[in-house]
């Protein structure tokens, strides 16, 4: 309470203005890469009011790009920040300067850049394109001594804070309670008594476990009548819970911490050359549903532990079939259990998000694999090496 009483008295961040005159044109295609704008026909265009980036007057959900362009008013010389954020490609000029370049196809991803700027108005200009979904746009700036401040509608406006000192210290005073509440540890952290657990601990962990969330109303009437500890019943429970869909969060979550999917996207693969799908397509999160979705196929259908070694089906969607299994035989996006045609793309070891994530972005390596194979499925590390 002493941090947002502060913050109401003694507010310090003034946050800057918005884009005046703010114009926008619209431009239907596909890109792989941001075009030249000023030689294409626009489909569309007009005015931006609230001086704020938005990419809704697009009112296209997928293949289209766009320019904004208007003036920003710099209150005093110096050096001012920008963070453009982007799902694809953008580009940032200010004060005819480029700032920030973020070209391609990527997911959301964020870069900054810095220019040095007169005291006034400068000419502002933002580039975008959209190659297929989702889509997003987000940029801010901040100043010498000047709080950052959003100049896209998926931010708080600036004029809402702007106009009213108390509500511009309100907000921040609200803020700063938040931010003090999610770091708390009590809000963090599953707290437990020392000793053994009892029956609503041990609910808790239960769910917590398999759900990655709080027990249901099933759980916390067991709980109440001490049935938790029965052998019988806890079999019962696992079983309901494991049919659950909120199970998927236990499914994703082991999936990825036992056979290291966290590494994905760490070292990928060269944009260029053959492997230049796994970036057009955003191979990375298919990779890790087909994992989660073979281990899922095996807890459910409660087979034998070695089919994760070995197996006569895996699962697929069309788009790592084709680029990466080479088969036309699979339709749609979802992932679908299907036949082999290979017995050495069976289990997991040959799964394209472990070897992805075994490798180092350019080539295969053994030594790597090794001990991977070691640690996690054999359940044997290798020694550490001598002094």
Not at 66 to 84: D, K, N, T
Not at 241 to 255: G, R, Y
Request: net charge positive; proline share 8%.
């Amino acid at each position: 309470m002493k941090l947002v009483r502060g913050l109401m008295a003694d507010p310090k961040a003034k946050p800057l203005g918005a884009i005046k005159d703010l114009k926008y044109r619209v431009y239907h295609g596909k890109w792989t890469k941001l075009p030249k704008f000023d030689e294409l026909k626009p489909a569309a265009e007009g005015a931006l009011a609230g001086g704020l980036i938005d990419i809704r007057p697009a009112r296209k959900p997928d293949y289209y790009g766009m320019v904004f362009e208007g003036r920003l008013e710099a209150p005093v010389a110096g050096e001012y920040a920008f963070e453009l954020a982007s799902d694809d490609g953008s580009r940032l000029i200010v004060a005819n300067q480029k700032v920030i370049e973020h070209d391609g196809l990527h997911g959301a991803s964020t870069k900054r850049g810095k220019v040095r700027l007169a005291k006034g108005k400068h000419a502002i200009r933002l580039e975008y394109f959209a190659y297929g979904r989702p889509n997003s746009l987000r940029l801010a700036w901040s100043g010498p001594g000047i709080a950052s401040t959003p100049l896209s509608v998926t931010q708080t406006a600036p004029q809402q804070i702007v106009g009213n000192p108390d509500e511009a210290r309100a907000i921040r005073a609200l803020q700063a309670g938040y931010t003090a509440l999610l770091c708390s540890p009590r809000f963090l952290y599953l707290r437990e008594n020392a000793g053994d657990l009892d029956a609503y601990a041990l609910a808790s962990r239960l769910s917590y476990f398999l759900w990655s969330s709080m027990p249901d109303e099933t759980l916390f009437r067991l709980a109440a009548k001490n049935k938790l500890r029965e052998p019988a019943v806890m079999r019962a429970q696992v079983e309901r819970m494991l049919k659950d869909p909120k199970a998927e969060a236990f499914v994703q979550n082991f999936t990825t911490t036992w056979l290291r999917l966290d590494k994905l996207g760490k070292m990928p693969p060269e944009k260029g050359g053959p492997f230049r799908f796994y970036h057009d397509r955003r191979m990375e999160p298919m990779l890790s549903k087909q994992a989660a979705a073979f281990f899922a196929d095996v807890l459910v259908r409660n087979e034998r532990i070695t089919t994760f070694i070995h197996s006569d089906h895996t699962y697929l969607n069309a788009h790592i079939a084709r680029w990466m299994y080479n088969r036309d035989d699979v339709p749609g996006e979802g992932m679908i259990r299907v036949p082999t045609n290979d017995p050495r793309r069976g289990g997991i070891l040959t799964m394209p998000a472990v070897m992805t994530a075994t490798a180092n972005g350019v080539d295969t390596s053994p030594i790597v694999r090794g001990v991977w194979l070691l640690e996690n499925i054999l359940g044997s590390p290798p020694s550490p090496p001598p002094p």
